[in-house]
């Protein structure tokens, strides 16, 4: 204000200082409005990061509560497949969980198929880096990475070990058909991770389930049905055959001088008798027909629409079976067996079981290793009329 009433060189300098000082000011305002710009854009970038990370754990949290209720693979992929879907946009799945030996991972579940990405049936354990190093693996061919074995396809990959308890259950496998797959995949780890680990309790508590299921139902050393399960199964069938007017045959088996072995050899030498006789006879009989340990060396074979000349011959082969497997252990084996059926020789399911035990003893009084049948049952014709005494 000063260069107002200042003339001269005096005044022409107050005033390039006067607006020297309002540039400056403007531009802090600007530099200062700037940033509080910025700072802006950052607090509402991190509210809208915070309302995603909130959402992503309601899903995840919504996630373990349906797999609570999930009673089988089908059911976990099921839910799996949802939570993916809604949490990784744009990217495909698979889930792999191991069969019953161990030795194979199926797929059980697939999602968001491309050309680029083409999922295995099935994938052996010893092919894939993840599973043999427990650690996430990328499968990136386009990007040079080391790839698994049975990476099918030209899409990225990134696979995700689901393990519980120190023990693997499965493989969660994503995959990306973007060229910047690396980048997306380093964005989503805990995304992937998180999916992983819910999936991984979800396929313990499913394969724990199922082990006390078999455990309930199996004898633990041979892995034939047990006493139990037979019973409840010889009724079924005979009350069946009732009504399809076909007969039902029961194979008694006992090993002979099995306790010899045992003292000769050891009770891991019997264990390990008793695993292959019953291995050879469910290799030897359809899938209809019924193997249980009856109770130490004793087993008993139910065998639904089988004549007793039919069992006969069956119980035969099984006996050769049996037999066969001494020169592998070094010791002689051998069994006896006795054959019944209902109606043949036996009239309902609570006396053909005793049938066959009487038949069994036989064969072992007769000198053992061999098949013994159940007497048949006398027909009415051929029953004599009852004669009817005359008193006077």
Same mark, same amino acid.
């Given at each position: ?5 200042? #003339? ?19 531009? *802090? ?27 992503? *754990? ?6 373990? @509560? $349906? ?11 099921? *839910? ?5 879907? &809604? ?15 161990? #030795? ?6 697939? %999602? ?11 994938? *052996?354990?010893?092919?894939? %880096? ?46 990306? #058909? ?10 989503? &780890? ?6 992983? @680990? ?10 724990? &389930? ?14 034939? !049905? ?10 079924? !069938? ?13 194979? $008694?088996? #006992? ?54 000349? @039919? ?9 050769? &079976? ?71």
């Amino acid at each position: 204000m000063a260069a107002l009433f200042v #003339d001269g060189p005096l005044g022409h300098s107050l005033a390039t200082v006067a607006a020297a000082c309002a540039l400056f000011t403007l531009f *802090v305002g600007v530099v200062f409005g700037r940033r509080a710009v910025a700072e802006l854009d950052d607090h509402l970038r991190l509210i809208d990061e915070a309302r995603d990370a909130r959402n992503q *754990v309601e899903e995840l949290f919504a996630m373990t @509560d $349906m797999l609570q209720a999930a009673e089988d693979h089908d059911d976990a992929g099921a *839910v799996l497949m949802a939570t993916a879907v &809604r949490l990784l946009p744009g990217f495909g799945g698979a889930l792999y969980v191991f069969n019953n030996s161990r #030795d194979r991972l199926d797929l059980a579940k697939s %999602w968001g198929l491309s050309d680029r990405f083409e999922p295995a049936a099935a994938l *052996v354990p010893s092919n894939c %880096w993840a599973l043999k190093r427990g650690k996430p693996h990328i499968n990136d061919p386009a990007g040079g990475t080391l790839c698994c074995m049975h990476q099918i396809g030209t899409g990225a990959t990134v696979e995700v070990p689901m393990m519980a308890r120190g023990q693997v259950f499965g493989l969660l496998l994503l995959a990306s #058909d973007a060229p910047d797959a690396l980048e997306r995949f380093n964005d989503i &780890r805990r995304v992937a991770r998180a999916l992983a @680990d819910s999936m991984s309790l979800a396929l313990s508590n499913i394969a724990l &389930r199922e082990k006390l299921r078999t455990q309930s139902l199996r004898d633990p050393l041979t892995g034939l !049905y047990n006493r139990r399960y037979m019973e409840d199964a010889l009724e079924r !069938y005979v009350s069946l055959g009732e009504r399809t007017g076909t007969a039902t045959s029961v194979l $008694m088996i #006992d090993l002979d001088n099995f306790k010899r072995v045992n003292d000769e050899f050891g009770h891991a030498k019997g264990d390990a008798v008793l695993r292959d006789v019953a291995a050879q006879l469910v290799g030897a009989l359809r899938p209809s027909d019924v193997v249980a340990r009856y109770g130490g060396e004793e087993l008993v074979v139910i065998m639904p629409k089988c004549t007793l000349e @039919d069992a006969a011959d069956k119980a035969e082969i099984l006996r050769k &079976r049996i037999e066969g497997l001494s020169e592998a252990h070094g010791a002689a084996i051998s069994a006896s067996f006795g054959v019944a059926t209902v109606p043949e020789t036996a009239t309902n399911a609570s006396d053909v079981v005793p049938c066959a035990d009487s038949a069994l003893y036989a064969a072992k009084q007769s000198g053992k290793n061999r098949v013994n049948l159940s007497e048949r049952r006398a027909k009415r014709d051929d029953v004599p009329a009852p004669r009817l005494a005359v008193t006077s």
